[in-house]
Every structure is written in C-alpha cells, then in structure tokens.
C-alpha cells in the first residue's frame, strides 16, 4: 500500500509509538513509512497526535493526548507550555531527570554520527529550573501584548509571567504594561540587580532602541566587575558565567599566553586574568563592535590584554603561538579553516565552550584530522525547560 502524500496528512489525527528524541527539542516516531517531529512527546510514549505541517521527508506533529504516558510525564508547571501555547520551552512536561538524559543521549547521538565517536556524558545539575533566565527576546502582539512565539510560527502568545524568567526581571509587572505592537523587546537583568529593557521593530536584524534603565549592566563574576552593553552578548542563565568559569581555571597557568576566541565583553578574560599573572597574556578577539568596545573598556588598567575587533579567523593570523586557546563560538561553530589556525598555533590546550552538541560533534571530528583529540567533556544544564545544552570539551594533541 502506498503512503499517502505528507501534505495531505496535514490536520489529521494519528496514534503514534514515540522511539527517540532528536536534536532540536521534537522526538522521533513513524507511521505507515513516513517519519514524524513530534513535540511534546516522550519516549516510549503511546500518544494521539495532530499533524501539523510537512516537509519534503518528514511530518512535524503536536501531541493531543498521551494514550500510555510515560511515568516521566509531568504537569507543566507554566500554563502557557503545551501544543499551539508558547514555544520559549521544549521539555516542560517531562521530570527534571529525565530531561537532563535526554541531553545527555543528544549529545551521544550527536557524536555518534558526526564525530564516529561513542562517548557517555551525564548533563549537571545547574541550580533551580525555574527563575534562571536573565536575557529575554520577547514579541508584542497586534494589540502590544507581551508574549513570545509560538513553535515554528510567527504568532504571538501572550503571557502574564515567564517562569524561567529571573525573579529579578519582574516579568508580571512588565506583562500588565502596553507595548508597541508587533514589536521585539529585549529584557536584561544583571547580577547586581538592574534592568534594562530596549525595543525594535519585530522585523529579523533591526536594532533595539533603549528606552528603560542603564545602557550599561555590570556583570559581578568572581570578583571581577565587567561592564556589557545591552547590544552585547551575555550569558542566559543567572549561574552561567562563574560555573563556566570554573570549569576551565585548571587549564590555564602561571606565565601562560591564552587566546579567548569569540570573547565577547571579556568573561573568561577576566576570570583568567589572575590565572596567567603579570607573567601571561591574553588576546581576545571578538567580531561584535559593542562586545569588544566593552572589552577594551573593561581591560584598560590591564597592559597584558589585547583586545582585536574582528572577524576571527583573519585576526588570528596576527597571532604566531598560544599555549592554550578558549573558545565560544556562535551557534553554528567554529568551523574547519578556524579551527585549522588554531592548531597550528600548537596549543597545549584547546577548551571549547559549545552551546549546540551537534556543531561541538561536527569540531570534534575536525579536530581529529588536525591530531587533536578530546581528552574530556563535561555538560551543564544551563538551560532547564528547554533542549538546549551547554558543553565544555578539552582537546589535547594526540599522542598517537
């Protein structure tokens, strides 16, 4: 029997067997040979579905009624996180536990086929999962809602709170407030407790306006003051920053030359600085005018830090050695001709910060052809509610 066509299928009910997530917050089940996305699913789930939009392979479905749940099932705890409702998070449905083994077999998955490796990594526990998130892109309706978008859709949904909001955020209070329709607006808190809030038309690549609280956050991180522009990026999650920080101090030594790659404000920079001493120096670079015009503003009084603004790849032709490179490259990753630089400035260490596995898998693997190889890799859970996962991988030249 042939199968039908996936845009036909488009509205209709299934009953589906739930197999496996997949990278990207949506599970895996199959049906008469087409392939089904699912969100809001679990694994091993027996669930009725609604088809909700096709591709040229695959269908995309949302869950209507879990028929054997799962014993991982849960309540959401925000009344916004369900099919059609707010799309900010992935995983509110499922226990805490099983959320962080679900990244964890991501991140397996992700290495298995991209890097030919098989690891095992358990995802850390990073603090509370709720009233963690200290930098909010949210949207405005037609009438000036707040809200965020829906899953794959330019709708707008709007909300009276953001659980995952830092508490600091006061985002009820911001909820009651009216905003210029069809709007994006950019909420920042810092860890001293300000606020800052910018507005831009809801149009892709337009530039926020400030019109609440400071142009200038500062950052407290291990007794380091660092001053972030509210164009400039800083880490999500209120903890982030000093348990990044922390996992990479024992890397880094007296008297060493660290290059800090896609170095935004200067985070590591400044965590490091006391690491490497009067004796070491940094060179950060960084392609973001603000970032690094608040990075050459935060390491004034700091003669042996160079801040380069620019693209990467091409600043790095000014460096001729390094003994340990970090970097935190954008979403997509590094990528070959970056990381071929890289080694062969023959680093000792290579630390590599990732916020998707999948382009960590992918560096992996490039890394390899270039004879450096992943000594360890720990995994936090920088983003509880949602898919996404934060990595630290070390590559060391291999001794093969």
């Known amino acids: 029997m042939k ?26 089940a199959r049906h008469e040979g087409q392939v089904f996305f699912v969100r809001h699913a679990i694994p091993g789930e027996r669930v009725e579905v609604e088809v909700t939009s096709a591709g040229s392979s695959f269908l995309r479905a949302d869950v209507v009624k879990a028929i054997l749940p799962s ?12 099919p059609g409702g707010c799309g900010g998070c992935d995983f509110q449905h499922i226990s805490l536990d099983r959320q962080r083994q679900l990244k964890s077999e991501v991140i397996k998955e992700q290495f298995s086929r991209l890097a030919k490796m098989d690891i095992d990594v ?38 009276k709170d953001c659980l995952i909001a830092a508490s600091s955020m006061k985002f009820a209070e911001l909820a009651q407030r009216k905003w210029p329709a069809r709007s994006r607006v950019e909420i920042s808190v810092s860890s001293k407790r300000d606020r800052s809030i910018a507005i831009a038309p809801a149009g892709r690549g337009s530039k926020a306006r400030l019109t609440d609280g400071p142009q200038i956050l500062t950052e407290v991180v291990g007794g380091h003051e660092i001053e972030v522009s509210q164009r400039s990026f800083w880490q999500s999650h209120e903890l982030a920053p000093e348990i990044l920080t922390e996992a990479v101090q024992d890397y880094v030594l007296t008297g060493d030359h660290l290059l800090d790659l896609y170095g935004g404000v200067g985070l590591f920079t400044a965590a ?38 620019g693209d990467v790849l091409r600043e790095l032709g000014r460096i001729e ?47 390899g052809e270039m004879d450096y190889e992943m000594v360890s890799l720990r995994a936090f859970d920088l983003f509880p509610m949602t898919h996404h996962v934060e990595c630290l991988a070390r590559f060391e030249p291999s001794q093969r």
Not at 122 to 151: M, P, Q
Not at 279 to 284: C, Q, T, V
Not at 336 to 362: F, G, H, M, N, W
């Open 3 to 28: 199968s039908p066509k996936p845009q036909s299928l488009r509205g209709e009910h299934l009953v589906l067997s739930v197999e496996k997530v997949a990278h990207g917050g949506h599970f895996i």
């Open 71 to 82: 014993p991982d099932r849960v309540s959401p705890p925000c009344s916004y996180s369900h």
């Open 122 to 159: 358990e995802v850390e526990e990073v603090g509370e999962s709720l009233h963690w998130r200290t930098r909010n892109s949210c949207a405005t309706s037609d009438k000036g809602e707040i809200g965020f978008y829906a899953s794959r859709s330019h709708d707008v949904v709007p909300v």
């Open 272 to 309: 490091l600085l006391d690491r490497v001493g009067a004796e070491g120096r940094i060179d950060l670079i960084e392609s973001s005018p603000s970032a690094s015009a608040d990075a050459k503003r935060n390491f004034t009084h700091s003669p042996n830090v160079t801040v380069y603004m």
């Open 321 to 367: 050695r390094a003994d340990v490179v970090l970097l935190d490259p954008p979403r997509e990753g590094a990528g070959k001709e970056t990381l071929l630089a890289i080694s062969q400035l023959q680093p000792r260490s290579i630390l590599y910060v990732a916020c998707d596995p999948a382009a960590l898998a992918r560096d992996t693997a490039y890394l």
